[in-house]
């Protein structure tokens, strides 16, 4: 008698199934040749040409440049970055607490955005502005598991490419970057400033950088769909979620390459090491280079999250896998922050502390995301107290108002 894994497998009730299909991939010689609108910089491959990377932001220095009136060589203003991490439903904290910040008054305008997963959802809005602070209001507590996936059958593990459906989170993203959003980003890239969000390309396994501004900026009549693809990609968590589809061409071939979360690789960054380089050889060489500052919000606790686990295959893989992710979350904070040390970036770091003690009884729930919202925007409105550096071992204490 055959077992449950071999009855789901069988040919014969396969064949009588319809498998998603896809073009061909981008051979593994022609990735980094492969163009979605045609543009040379509409994404950067941060494992292979992080110099692209760099000259991609002297290019937006400059354009800032002349927006302001400065000259070459000019004291400017003091550069501000922002990296809004991964964490689900977790992304509530970041949206609360952005939202708070601007209540402080003291929230700056971005010259760099990064976001990753459920970040990507939160960048575009937090890049653009208090203005949309109801924007990150409404997505993150008005927001059900109905409106992000659809639940499809347990046959789809080995009939289908996951086991939900994202139409509805697509729907979500769609209703809320139109047109009108695109023109501002458009605008904001002019002026000098980069929105970046990261996703992960299963087929090379490689991390893609998109650059959403320049994206925004060609106008073409693809472009609004690519940036919605480009942000439900980067939240589409593998097998739970289906991956995103991403029409590509090669010397005028058409291809298709295989998109899913970026958190697959990093859960948030920056910038590569190819402009920590280039920053110091400018540095060396007696260029003048800028004041930068780094604000980092990570959608997690950083404490560890204790649970007796059940002896059990599934309770035991759910544990080594969540154990994974937030490891591998932590170690992308120490890169950060290692980074930004060795390149005079000031470093302020926000997360969710070990006071915060709700807990999520279900995926999306709306009253765990609104609790959490309210976390955010208080800490951020009584002015918050950012960690300078990474909380060492699993001791993350809990954040609040500066002193």
């Known amino acids: 008698m055959l077992g449950a894994a071999g009855l789901l497998a069988s040919p014969a009730l396969l064949s009588g199934c319809s498998l998603p299909t896809r073009l061909a991939a981008v051979p593994r010689a022609d990735t980094t040749r492969a163009t979605v609108l045609g543009l040379p910089n509409e994404r950067f491959f941060f494992l292979s040409d992080g110099a692209a990377v760099d000259r991609e932001f002297q290019a937006a220095g400059q354009r800032e440049f002349a927006r302001l009136g400065l000259a070459a060589g000019a004291v400017a203003p003091k550069v501000e970055m922002l990296a809004v991490s991964g964490g689900g439903e977790d992304g509530a904290f970041g949206a609360g607490l952005l939202s708070g910040w601007s209540v402080a008054g003291t929230r700056p305008v971005f010259n760099l955005t990064t976001g990753v997963s459920t970040g990507a959802l939160t960048a575009p809005f937090a890049f ?7 924007v990150l209001r409404d997505v993150y507590t008005h927001t059900s598991l109905s409106q992000v996936a659809r639940a499809r059958s347990y046959l789809a593990a080995v009939t289908n490419d996951a086991l939900s459906d ?96 970026g958190g ?20 060396r060489s007696g260029v003048r280079v800028r004041d930068a500052r780094a604000w980092v919000i990570r959608n997690a606790r950083l404490d560890s999250d204790w649970a007796s686990v059940d002896r059990r295959f599934l309770g035991i893989a759910g544990r080594a896998i969540s154990t994974m992710i937030f490891t591998s979350g932590y170690n992308d904070l120490l890169r950060m922050y290692a980074s930004t040390q060795q390149d005079g970036v000031d ?5 969710i502390g070990a006071d915060f003690t709700t807990v999520l009884p279900a995926p999306f729930d709306e009253g765990y995301m609104q609790a959490l919202f309210d976390y955010g ?22 954040r609040g108002p500066a002193s």
Do not use: C
Not at 169 to 197: C, K, M, N, P, W
Not at 264 to 283: I, K, M, N
Not at 379 to 396: C, I, N, R
């Open 128 to 134: 653009l502005g208090s203005r949309y602070d109801p």
């Open 347 to 351: 470093f302020n770091l926000a997360y």
């Open 264 to 283: 697959a690789f990093a859960q948030a960054f920056l910038y590569p090491r190819a402009v920590s380089e280039a920053r110091a050889a400018r540095r």
């Open 166 to 261: 994202t139409a509805p989170l697509f729907s979500t993203i769609s209703r809320h970057v139109d047109e009108a959003l695109l023109a501002e980003l458009a605008l904001a890239y002019d002026q000098g400033r980069l929105l970046l969000l990261g996703t992960t390309n299963l087929d090379a396994q490689a991390p893609v950088v998109w650059n959403i501004g320049a994206i925004a900026k060609s106008g073409g009549p693809r472009a609004l769909d690519l940036v919605r693809r480009i942000m439900l990609a980067s939240a589409s968590i593998p097998g739970a979620f289906p991956p995103v589809m991403i029409d590509v061409e090669v010397d005028g071939v058409r291809h298709q390459e295989m998109h899913v979360d």
């Open 377 to 398: 925007y208080r800490l951020g409105s009584a002015g918050y107290d950012w960690s300078k550096q990474p909380p060492l071992g699993h001791a993350a204490a809990a």
